[in-house]
C-alpha cells in the first residue's frame, strides 16, 4: 500500500488566492441597496418589467420596486408598475388567490399568461417534457383557467407541441423594440445556485454587475435581466415582509406547518431534477392539485413515492457490480434515457471528465470530490441518472476555496481513498488513462506537501 502523506493542519494554511469571490459586508442593509439599484433600473431603462411568479423572491422584488417607484416624480413614469406572470398551471390555489391580489392593485398592471411553455418533466424518462395549459391536454389541466389569463404571445408557436418554446427563451417576445430599453426585473439570489453566483462574479468587473444583457434567440438586443436583491439571503426575504407589512402567498403558511425549513419552500411545480426531491410535500401539503397532478404528467406518482430514493439518484446511489468500470456502470444509465436525450446527456458527462483531465491528471475517485474540480464518479453517476437538462448542476459546487481549511482536509481525503481503492486492487475500475505514482505523498499541492504557508 502506498505511504500516506504526512498531515498539515489545515488551519495554517493561508488563504493566498481564492476560486471564488467572498460576501463583503457593508454597513448598508440589503433592503437600502435594493432601493438603490432599484433605482438605477429606473433610470436606465424605458421600460421596466417586473417578472412575478407568486414566489418570496419576486414578492421581495415587487415590493422594492413599488417603493421606489412611489418614492420620487422622476420615477411616476413606470407607474402603474408593468408586471408579468407565467402561470404554471400545476400551482397551490393559494399561490393564485394571491397573484389575483396583487393584479388588482392600482399601481400594479399585471399580465397572466396561460401559454403552454416547454418544462421539464425529470418524473419520467419517456415523456421528459411537458407543457401547461397544453389544449390538447384540456380535459386533465390541473386548474381551471384563470378569468384573467392570456392564452396567446405574439411570436409563440402552438402547434406542434415540440416546436414550444421554454419560458427563458420566450422571454425575448414580451420586450419587442417598440418598448425601447427593457429591464426585467428578476427575483434572482447568488445564494440559490453557484451558477446565479458565477453569472454575477463574472460581471463583477462592471460598474452594474446586476444587470446582464439577455442572448437567447427571441430578444431583439434591446433587454436585459435585472437582479436587484441578488445578494439577498433566505433570512433577508422572510425579514422583509414581516418589517414591512408586505401580502405574500399563504402558500407558504402550509409549507412552514410541513415542517419544511425556509430554504427548501417552493411554490412553483416540482417537476425539474433539482425539485423533485420536494415533490411529496404537494400530496401533504396541497391535496386539491396533487390529484389533478398525478394524472396530468407522466411518472408523477413514481416520483412522489420513490424520488427521494437512490432510484431517482438522490440520498443514495446504486451499488456498482464487481468487474464493471465506471465508465461501464455509467453508459448503462445514460442508455435508459431516448435516443435523443442519450446523447445530450452523454456529451455532457464526455465534457466534465475531459474538463477534469485539462485540469489535473489525478484520478478521478469513487466518492471524494476532487480538490480542483469538485469531480466524483458517483457525482457523474447523478448526472447520468438524473439529466440535469437545464443544466442546474455543477461541480465546482462541491470543491472548496484553494488554500483554505475545508480544501487541505478535502485533499487528504481524497489521498486517503485512492490509497484504499490500490489496496483493495480496484484502481482498474477509475478507468484512469495514466499512471499513479507509488507515493502518493507527491499529488498533494506543494504547500500541503511541506507544510509552507
Not at 113 to 135: M, Q
Not at 225 to 234: E, F, L, M
Not at 289 to 298: E, F, I, L, N, T
Amino acid at each position: 500500500m502506498p505511504a500516506s502523506p504526512a498531515r498539515v493542519d489545515p488551519g495554517d494554511i493561508k488563504n493566498k488566492k481564492r476560486q471564488s469571490r467572498d460576501r463583503i459586508d457593508v454597513d448598508r442593509s440589503v433592503y437600502d441597496l435594493a432601493c438603490e439599484r432599484m433605482e438605477v433600473i429606473f433610470d436606465l431603462h424605458d421600460t421596466v418589467m417586473i417578472a412575478f411568479s407568486g414566489g418570496k423572491d419576486s414578492t421581495a422584488v415587487l415590493n422594492v420596486a413599488l417603493q421606489v417607484a412611489h418614492s420620487h416624480p422622476r420615477h411616476a413614469r413606470h407607474l402603474p408598475l408593468r408586471t408579468y406572470f407565467y402561470d404554471e398551471e400545476a400551482i397551490p390555489y393559494e399561490t393564485e388567490e394571491y397573484v389575483r391580489r396583487v393584479s388588482q392593485r392600482d399601481d400594479v398592471d399585471l399580465t397572466w399568461y396561460c401559454v403552454p411553455f416547454k418544462h421539464r418533466n425529470a418524473c419520467s424518462r419517456t415523456s421528459p417534457w411537458w407543457w401547461p395549459w397544453a389544449p390538447e391536454a384540456e380535459a386533465l389541466w390541473c386548474r381551471p383557467m384563470p378569468p384573467e389569463a392570456v392564452t396567446t404571445l405574439p411570436g409563440f408557436p402552438i402547434w406542434p407541441p415540440e416546436a414550444r418554446l421554454t419560458a427563458p427563451d420566450a422571454n425575448g417576445l414580451i420586450a419587442p423594440p417598440s418598448l425601447g430599453n427593457v429591464a426585467m426585473v428578476m427575483g434572482i439570489r447568488a445564494q440559490e445556485s453557484l451558477t446565479r453566483y458565477r453569472a454575477l462574479v463574472r460581471a463583477g468587473g462592471r460598474e452594474h454587475n446586476y444587470l446582464i444583457k439577455f442572448d437567447d434567440a427571441t430578444a431583439k438586443g434591446n433587454l436585459w435581466k435585472a437582479y436587484p436583491i441578488y445578494d439577498w439571503r433566505t433570512e433577508d426575504v422572510w425579514t422583509a415582509p414581516a418589517l414591512m407589512g408586505w401580502d405574500y402567498n399563504r402558500a407558504y403558511d402550509r409549507l412552514e406547518m410541513a415542517g419544511l425549513g425556509h430554504s427548501a419552500q417552493r411554490c412553483s411545480p416540482a417537476f425539474g431534477e433539482e425539485p423533485l426531491e420536494k415533490l411529496h410535500t404537494y400530496a401533504s401539503c396541497f391535496p386539491e392539485v396533487w390529484a389533478k397532478m398525478v394524472d396530468r404528467v407522466p411518472g408523477v406518482g413514481a416520483a412522489g413515492r420513490y424520488a427521494r430514493t437512490e432510484l431517482y439518484g438522490y440520498r443514495g446511489r446504486p451499488e456498482k457490480p464487481a468487474g464493471m468500470t465506471w465508465p461501464q456502470f455509467i453508459t448503462h444509465y445514460v442508455g435508459k434515457f431516448r435516443p435523443g436525450d442519450q446523447k445530450f446527456v452523454a456529451s455532457r458527462l464526455r465534457d466534465e471528465i475531459l474538463l477534469h483531465y485539462r485540469k489535473t491528471t489525478t484520478p478521478i475517485t469513487r466518492k471524494t470530490r476532487h480538490p480542483v474540480t469538485g469531480i466524483s464518479w458517483e457525482w457523474l453517476l447523478m448526472l447520468a441518472m438524473r439529466g440535469d437538462f437545464k443544466g442546474r448542476k455543477q461541480a465546482g459546487n462541491e470543491s472548496s476555496a484553494y488554500g483554505s481549511p475545508e480544501w487541505a482536509r478535502l485533499w487528504h481525503k481524497y489521498i486517503d481513498e485512492l490509497a484504499s481503492t490500490i489496496a483493495d486492487g480496484l484502481l482498474p475500475d477509475l478507468a484512469h488513462p495514466g499512471t499513479v505514482p507509488e507515493d502518493l505523498y507527491v499529488l498533494l499541492p506543494a504547500e500541503l506537501r511541506d507544510g509552507s504557508s
